[in-house]
């Protein structure tokens, strides 16, 4: 354990590596190469590395910057889908969700969820109260790893002593259950990390554009290095496509029983407020009065919160979708009947974000029907496919891919044991850790921005304060009403393969949905000061990198100005 955290820490993975990383893609014949690094990518990678494979990942975007940095931050079971009767579905990802609570401890939240019964609601409490049952039975009976807590009911009067601000007229009280917060793309670069501290070659902006075939099997592919505009050929065993929305553009050869196309494109958006705009003190689980489907209204930190999400099919382009007018609309008159009193006006709006699901494709079944459910399969010329499935699964989807192998006896000699990556991550830091790690150090660091670190990087924590020892400056924040400082962006650039200033924002941080969008410019000239310094950038390019993500900002927001 002490060898794999030593080597978190080692430099070998970051920007500045990025030309090893790519000569040893070049030289290696790998077990097992998987084209796409969002957390399904990033969970098979983890797998087979734990599992002692020799492993490459490679993704032509940024890590996580499609789906997985763009949900609704939780880790949690799905209880709506106990209404659609996936029972197995629920119950591996509570259970999922209660290993990653304990597992990830820093990076793993409880929350408290308030399921109100509403007079004339969609459902009645005797509905509720079974399916809330049935959500708790599933994650705990005969499991290792057990929730925060059981739920509980209350009386009206009791849940307008817990959440003040919510509707009055026609409440009937409800429950109290658990699930958890988390930082999606924080979850997936940790579980790359975990991969590469144990030899996995992990590289983003890397485009595949072609395979490589002997006997009509794949033996290889082609790549484009984005940043160089370089190609260049990558040689292994097996070659699994986890690309998530882009499976269909990765798949030549279809199986009989798979439907053409596999995915079925739905947008999800979210809107951030500050908390003192809504004032909800728990998360919510709401249908709208729309058109009844449910949404969440979500407590980000002590000082945010979330609104999402909505569920409409989209042909639009993948790489970039953004929140519209419309959905924007939705979401605030869907709040606005649970919280009257909420300041939802679109000057209140910090940020937006978008993100496109990549369900499997089911006919006759509406958007939110669709079942989260997963699917893998191989294609005859020997690439494995794996698409769908729930942000909290992406630990069991991997073993489930490993399962698959050894229907065709492929690495027999890789460990085989259940739920053998159900392991504590090497960053993973307890909270009396984390106490211990404050009494050690002398520093004048505020109390929240202590607790935005160890909620973000763990042990990476550490690393933070010791740097902040050796240099006091970059205890400074980056915007004054958040609590992102200098170090911690000269960590992400150090321990973390991160080419250009938007992955900062949006994938290494949360500060493009924290940072108010009106205070984003000076926010990016900062962070484009520092990555200048640590990368050498001129002022072309670094005037080019604040453009560009300027321009994205502008486009999540645009229905506002």
């Known amino acids: 354990m002490k060898d794999l955290e030593k080597k978190l820490f080692s430099q070998s993975w970051n920007y500045k590596s990025r030309d090893k990383i790519i000569k040893r893609l070049k030289e290696i014949n790998y077990?097992?190469?998987?084209?796409?690094?969002?957390?399904?990518?990033?969970?098979?990678?983890?797998?087979?590395?734990?599992?002692?494979?020799?492993?490459?990942?490679?993704?032509?975007?940024?890590?996580?910057?499609?789906?997985?940095?763009?949900?609704?931050?939780?880790?949690?079971?799905g209880l709506r889908y106990i209404n659609y009767g996936e029972m197995d579905l629920v119950k591996e990802a509570t259970r999922e969700r209660n290993w990653m609570r304990i597992?990830?401890?820093?990076?793993?939240?409880?929350?408290?969820?308030?399921?109100?019964?509403?007079?004339?609601?969609?459902?009645?409490?005797?509905?509720?109260?079974?399916?809330?049952?049935?959500?708790?039975?599933?994650?705990?009976?005969?499991?290792?790893?057990?929730?925060?807590?059981?739920?509980?009911?209350?009386?009206?009067?009791?849940?307008?002593?817990?959440?003040?601000?919510?509707l009055r007229d026609g409440n009937l009280g409800g429950a109290v259950y658990y699930d958890n917060n988390i930082d999606d793309a924080r979850l997936t670069i940790e579980t790359l990390k975990e991969a590469v501290i144990r030899g996995a070659d992990i590289v983003n902006y890397c485009k595949v554009i072609g395979y490589i075939r002997k006997d009509n099997k794949i033996i290889g592919v082609k790549c484009k290095d984005l940043e160089l505009d370089h190609q260049f050929e990558i040689r292994g065993k097996l070659f699994v496509n986890a690309t998530g929305i882009w499976t269909d553009n990765l798949l030549e050869r279809y199986p009989d029983d798979v439907l053409k196309p596999l995915i079925r494109p739905t947008k999800g958006v979210?809107?951030?407020?500050?908390?003192?705009?809504?004032?909800?003190?728990?998360?919510?689980?709401?249908?709208?009065?729309?058109?009844?489907?449910?949404?969440?209204?979500?407590?980000?930190?002590?000082?945010?919160?979330?609104?999402?999400?909505?569920?409409?099919?989209y042909d639009g382009d993948l790489v970039n979708p953004f929140c519209s007018k419309d959905d924007a609309d939705y979401l605030i008159t869907s709040t606005k009947k649970f919280y009257p009193n909420a300041e939802l006006e679109y000057d209140n709006i910090l940020s937006t974000y978008a993100g496109i699901r990549p369900l499997v494709m089911q006919k006759g079944k509406s958007e939110s029907e669709v079942s989260r459910t997963h699917t893998i399969f191989f294609s005859d010329d020997g690439l494995l496919t794996i698409a769908g499935g729930k942000l909290t699964e992406w630990r069991a989807m991997a073993e489930d891919l490993f399962n698959k192998l050894e229907e065709r006896k492929l690495f027999p000699n890789i460990k085989r044991e259940k739920h053998f990556s159900r392991q504590p991550f090497i960053i993973g830091l307890t909270e009396e850790d984390w106490s211990i790690v404050l009494k050690e150090h002398h520093h004048n660091i505020d109390?929240?921005?202590?607790?935005?670190?160890?909620?973000?990087?763990?042990?990476?924590?550490?690393?933070?304060?010791?740097?902040?020892?050796?240099?006091?400056?970059?205890?400074?924040?980056?915007?004054?009403?958040?609590?992102?400082?200098?170090?911690?962006?000269?960590?992400?650039?150090?321990?973390e393969h991160t080419p250009h200033l938007i992955d900062v924002f949006c994938r290494r941080t949360e500060m493009s949905l924290w940072i108010d969008h009106r205070m984003t410019l000076k926010a990016a000239k900062k962070v484009a000061e520092i990555m200048t310094n640590e990368y050498s950038w001129d002022e072309n390019k670094k005037s080019k990198e604040i453009e560009m993500y300027m321009d994205y900002i502008k486009k999540t927001v645009s229905f506002i100005t």
């Open 31 to 77: 077990d097992l190469v998987i084209i796409g690094a969002g957390i399904t990518g990033a969970g098979i990678a983890r797998e087979a590395a734990i599992r002692g494979l020799v492993v490459a990942c490679v993704d032509m975007q940024d890590f996580s910057a499609g789906t997985s940095s763009r949900s609704s931050k939780l880790a949690h079971g």
């Open 103 to 166: 597992d990830i401890p820093h990076l793993v939240r409880p929350v408290p969820f308030y399921l109100p019964v509403i007079e004339g609601g969609k459902y009645k409490k005797r509905e509720l109260a079974s399916a809330i049952k049935i959500y708790d039975f599933l994650s705990d009976d005969k499991s290792e790893f057990k929730n925060f807590k059981q739920h509980q009911w209350h009386s009206p009067q009791e849940i307008f002593e817990l959440e003040p601000e919510f």
């Open 270 to 313: 979210h809107l951030q407020y500050r908390r003192k705009h809504i004032k909800n003190k728990m998360a919510d689980v709401l249908y709208s009065p729309i058109d009844n489907r449910i949404f969440f209204v979500i407590p980000r930190d002590k000082n945010y919160t979330i609104i999402g999400t909505t569920d409409t099919d």
């Open 447 to 495: 109390p929240d921005v202590l607790d935005h670190l160890y909620q973000q990087y763990g042990k990476g924590a550490i690393k933070i304060l010791e740097m902040i020892d050796n240099d006091e400056s970059l205890n400074e924040k980056i915007n004054q009403d958040n609590d992102f400082i200098k170090a911690e962006i000269l960590y992400c650039l150090r321990y």
